[in-house]
DNA sequence: ACAAAATTCAAACAGGTGTTTCAAATCTAT
DNA sequence: ATAGATTTGAAACACCTGTTTGAATTTTGT
């Protein structure tokens, strides 16, 4: 039962510090010493350090993307295409849901996927593509069903668009969110943060396709 | 003159592998070998590898800040409001002029943009607020001017959006290329990199506003 | 209760980082 | 040409990193 313990408190002490000062700039003394257990303990109990962060994404992904994927199939099932609006809308729930798996888990959650992206490349798509690949394909299958004017290559340009955009966002959520409460007051939480992206992705991505670009295609 | 010549292969090494790698992982080490050079004159001539990390960054904004700033101020200067597209269109070139000023300067520039706002926080937002507030606050007019129906919220959160998508993207700009390349054989350029920003952009800022907020903001 | 397996612990390892030092070399003026 | 300032060079410094080691401890199954 101890065994438990330690990696319980290995993994809590490493999701916050990840968090908020990512994972290159958090060492292995610095969560050992906040968990109050060994230096060498992450080591004995999770291999190295790629394994802990990977681990720590695994628990979170293992939350959110099953809940994602229904969502899409909600929509994927229905007569009538989706709109933009609606297939982005289907990842605010499973995301605001991870404050019941864990207390600002939404937040964390967040902060990791930006950091997991925009860290040392690879963790998180690791996981996108050898685990996740079919939610992947849910989420193509459903915004070229709500767009489908799209070309191949205007879609893969504009999806990487909308992550950038969300990427960075929740990377920085905390940060902005402080910025905003100084400069006019306006304290949003996290929900409001993401529902806010929402018609902005959905508007981006189902911009009209600029007349120079639509010729190319077309050769 | 060799004084000249040391700082300048050290800004030439250094500038390519930070956009290669990001600041945090080039060491000086790297970068003096690469540049041919002692190690300890990076802090003889720079006085510390942040210093030179600025020095690098200021290169490049020197030649595009002034050449932005005039583009906004033909659109502020018109009688009539700009639109989002002509407003985000003014950036692309500045940015294109890159090339005329340092082979494949756009490029290395985006790359920095990225790395400078994603790895250490700070540097970037040093420039832009102490150095070029400026242009900062033209960008803020030109976009309030092409769409005044955005709140001071409103507007805040959009804005990041656009910075979150331009960060990202410019920051994997060569990946993200390198993947378009053999996913569907489409070998896209800075240029038309940039330039399908434009409307993915425009589009999202000029986004219809969720009833919710709206009614949010009236109290 | 005891033997065996699992876990914790302090210490050291091997390698990396930015920065400093101070003598040697080079350039610059008189 | 020579004295003085500037620049280069090799080495060391102080500190930090992830990982490994091997003995001490605790937990587990019988």
Known sequence: MTRQNTQNKILDA????????GFADTSLRLITSEADVNL??????????????KAVLARYLEQFMPKLSEELQKLLQAEQAPTLHQVFDSF???MLALNNFRSNGTNIFMQLLGRGYSDSQGH?????????????????????RANPALSASEFFWRMHFTLGTVVFTLASNEALRDIARVDFEEDIDVEGLVRRLVPFLAAGVGAPILPAFAMKEAL
Chains 1, 2 share one sequence.
């Open 92 to 94: 605010v729930e499973p």
């Open 40 to 53: 060498a303990s992450v080591n004995y109990h999770f291999g190295s350090k790629k394994a802990l962060i």
């Open 124 to 144: 998180l798509r690791w996981f996108m593509t050898t685990q996740y690949g079919e939610v992947l394909q849910q989420i193509t299958l459903a915004v070229k």
């Open 14 to 21: 490493a999701e916050r510090l990840f968090a908020e000062r």
